[in-house]
């Protein structure tokens, strides 16, 4: 299998914690909610993303992508795949 390296980009980044933390970008699975009768647990949220609706644990990261879409990703991934960009 041929080897490949993730190119050298710069993404936008914030962490989430608790509903109210960005809400232009995290919300609640209103359609989910109402279709279910589920309750929704508090401590979570809910992001669309291209490929789907994603659930946000609190600690992850939102991530803009290159096509200024956003999704979440686990601290140990996000910490394991990106590191601070220093400002010049």
């Known amino acids: 299998m041929a080897k490949y390296r993730k190119k050298p980009i710069v993404i936008e980044a914030v962490q989430w914690f608790k509903l109210g933390d960005h809400p232009e970008v995290v919300g609640l699975p209103l359609d989910h909610a109402i279709e279910t009768h589920a309750v929704w647990p508090s401590d979570f949220g809910w992001i669309q993303t291209l490929e789907g609706g994603?659930?946000?644990?609190?600690?992850?990261?939102?991530?803009?992508?290159?096509?200024?879409?956003?999704?979440?990703?686990?601290?140990?991934?996000?910490?394991?795949?990106?590191?601070?960009?220093?400002?010049?």
């Open 54 to 88: 994603h659930v946000v644990s609190p600690g992850d990261w939102i991530i803009r992508g290159v096509k200024g879409e956003f999704y979440p990703c686990k601290p140990d991934i996000f910490e394991a795949t990106y590191e601070p960009v220093r400002e010049k």
